[in-house]
T-cell receptor
Framework: NAGVTQTPKFQVLKTGQSMTLQCAQDMNHEYMSWYRQDPGMGLRLIHYSVGAGITDQGEVPNGYNVSRSTTEDFPLRLLSAAPSQTSVYFC??????????????FGPGTRLLVL | SQQGEEDPQALSIQEGENATMNCSYKTSINNLQWYRQNSGRGLVHLILIRSNEREKHSGRLRVTLDTSKKSSSLLITASRAADTASYFCATDGETSGSRLTFGEGTQLTVNP
């Protein structure tokens, strides 16, 4: 299994541009999520999904959209990039259960720089 | 706001010594997990402890959980230079399902 893959690895955008960060997993996990990691702030949840067709907002959803048309893919869209969105973005997946308790598998991350 | 807070923020030790990192959280949880992140990489799951467990072992890792104090500790015994990484605790609350809330992490440096 490839696990969780993310593309691109690194991206530079200008303010106002849009782009999509790709995330795919081949473990048949129901739960997928996007985090951003900023220095000194740990990981913050942006959006998550508990299955195809179901998405919900996390802690910092503003400026980002997601969709989940298949179990495997969970793209993150930046609608109009801002310098405050400069960060490292991680996608993660796991089995879903109401009481949690499953390890999350993380992708290698996408480093985004917004000028 | 972050659910978990790790302490210390940074820890530097010599190879062979034990490393202890602490995590405190605010609300009731179902489970607490510890993750490791090497520089420039994604997070890797280390160990999960459920709210009804007090201690768990995995190789050189020992995790304790005190739900009355809302705290957990991660002990790495006989540390190695390869253990150098950031370590994060993550909690899933009683109503959050699979959603995890991460702390800010402890940066561990093991000097050869």
């Amino acid at each position: 299994n490839a696990g969780v893959t993310q593309t691109p690895k690194f991206q530079v955008l200008k303010t106002g541009q849009s782009m999509t960060l790709q995330c795919a997993q081949d473990m048949n996990h129901e739960y997928m999520s996007w985090y951003r990691q900023d220095p000194g702030m740990g990981l913050r949840l942006i959006h998550y999904s508990v299955g195809a067709g179901i998405t919900d907002q996390g802690e910092v959803p503003n400026g980002y959209n997601v969709s989940r048309s298949t179990t495997e893919d969970f793209p993150l869209r930046l609608l109009s990039a801002a310098p405050s969105q400069t960060s490292v973005y991680f996608c993660a997946s796991s089995y879903a259960r109401l009481a949690g308790g499953w390890a999350q598998y993380f992708g290698p991350g996408t480093r985004l720089l917004v000028l | 706001s972050q659910q978990g807070e790790e302490d210390p923020q940074a820890l530097s030790i010599q190879e062979g010594e034990n490393a202890t990192m602490n995590c405190s959280y605010k609300t009731s949880i179902n489970n607490l997990q510890w993750y490791r992140q090497n520089s420039g990489r994604g997070l890797v799951h280390l160990i999960l402890i459920r709210s009804n467990e007090r201690e768990k072992h995995s190789g050189r890792l020992r995790v304790t959980l005190d739900t009355s104090k809302k705290s957990s500790s991660l002990l790495i015994t006989a540390s190695r230079a390869a253990d150098t990484a950031s370590y994060f605790c993550a909690t899933d609350g009683e109503t959050s399902g699979s959603r995890l809330t991460f702390g800010e992490g402890t940066q561990l440096t093991v000097n050869p």
